[in-house]
C-alpha cells in the first residue's frame, strides 16, 4: 500500500534508483495511499457490519460456543 511512497523518498534522497521520478511517485503516491487505506476501512467496516447482521439474533454462535 505504501510502495508508492517508500520508493518515491528512497529514491528523493538517493537511496533507490529513479531519481527523475521520485516527484512523479511522491506527488501521486500520497493521494494513493490515502485513498487505499479509505477503501481498506471501509471495506472492513461493511465486513463487520455483515457479521453484526447474522449474529444479531445469537452472538454466541459468533464466538463459537455453540
Do not use: Q, V
Not at 506527488?27 to 479509505?38: K, N
Not at 471495506?43 to 452472538?59: A, G, N, S, V
Amino acid at each position: 500500500m505504501f510502495l508508492h511512497l517508500r520508493y518515491g523518498f528512497g529514491s528523493y534522497f538517493n537511496l533507490l534508483p529513479g531519481s527523475e521520478w521520485s516527484a512523479l511517485l511522491l506527488t501521486y503516491g500520497f493521494p494513493l495511499t490515502i485513498i487505499g487505506m479509505a477503501l481498506k476501512a471501509r471495506t472492513l467496516l461493511m465486513y463487520k457490519t455483515l457479521l453484526d447482521d447474522i449474529y444479531r439474533d445469537d452472538p454466541l454462535k459468533l464466538y463459537g460456543c455453540l
